[in-house]
Structures are given as C-alpha cells and as structure tokens.
C-alpha cells in the first residue's frame, strides 16, 4: 500500500464554483495507483468542495443563487463581519456544504459519474488562493 500527499493551490477569479478536477486528474495519472481512495480537504472556512454537475452551467448559477438567499448578505444582520458583510455568510455556506470529500480511484482514474466534476465553491468576493489538500492512498 502506498500513500501520498499533495497541496493544490486553486484560484477562483469570482464568487462562485471554480472546477478543478483536470488538475486533480493530473496528480493521480503521475502517482502510478491504479486502486485506491483520493480525499480531497479544504484547509478554509469561507470555502468549500462539492461534486457537481459540469455540464450545464446553468445548475452551478442556480447552486450560487440558492445559496445566496440562504445565507444572504445583510449589513448588520450578523455579529460576526470582521472581514466584511459577506464574512459570516461565507462560513453559514461552508457549514451548509462541506471541506472534506472522497472519491475513489480505479484503473488509475477517479470514479466519477459521467457529468460529475469536482469544484471549489467560494464563498467571498475578495477570493484568495485556496489550500486543497490531496491524499491518495492505494496500490
């Protein structure tokens, strides 16, 4: 059984779902494990990483807009806006979804459905470079 780790820097321009999953597709095709078990870590707390659909980009609009009217951005509404009005909502999104995933390897390819694709979801408007862990373990 071997194991290894990687950290993936990914740069959304905008608030929003930024996919990545090319990249992560890369970093497998270089470790050489054919069977295994890769999970993905967000090291943040105003982002998060989802599974979703990449092929209309219609669905990731609609998850950005619902997303939106649940947690909105109101001056005042909360006590925590250290960073600005979009800081609390930014981590109600995070609680809401998820910083940890994982998706298992086969054939040296990752098992995902046909339209799946693996995204950073952003939550701020000032967006930041994300820290996304990679650990796969396999043989």
Do not use: K
């Not at 270089?30 to 999970?39: A, E, F, V």
């Not at 989802?50 to 947690?71: C, G, H, T």
């Not at 994982?102 to 930041?128: C, I």
């Amino acid at each position: 059984m071997r194991q290894t780790i990687h950290h993936l820097s990914v740069q959304a321009s905008h608030r929003g779902l930024v996919e990545f999953t090319g990249e992560v597709r890369r970093f497998i095709a270089d470790q050489g494990i054919r069977t295994g078990l890769l999970t993905l870590f967000c090291r943040h707390t105003s982002a998060s990483l989802l599974i979703q659909e990449n092929a209309d980009p219609s669905v990731r609009r609609d998850l950005e807009r619902y997303f939106a009217s649940v947690a909105p951005e109101h001056a005042g509404r909360y006590e925590h806006d250290t960073e600005g009005p979009d800081d609390m909502p930014a981590h109600l999104r995070t609680a809401l979804t998820q910083v940890q995933l994982s998706v298992p390897v086969e054939h040296g390819q990752l098992v995902l459905g046909t339209w799946q694709g693996l995204y950073l979801f952003e939550h701020r408007r000032h967006t930041q470079p994300r820290d996304i862990v990679l650990h796969l373990l396999g043989e």
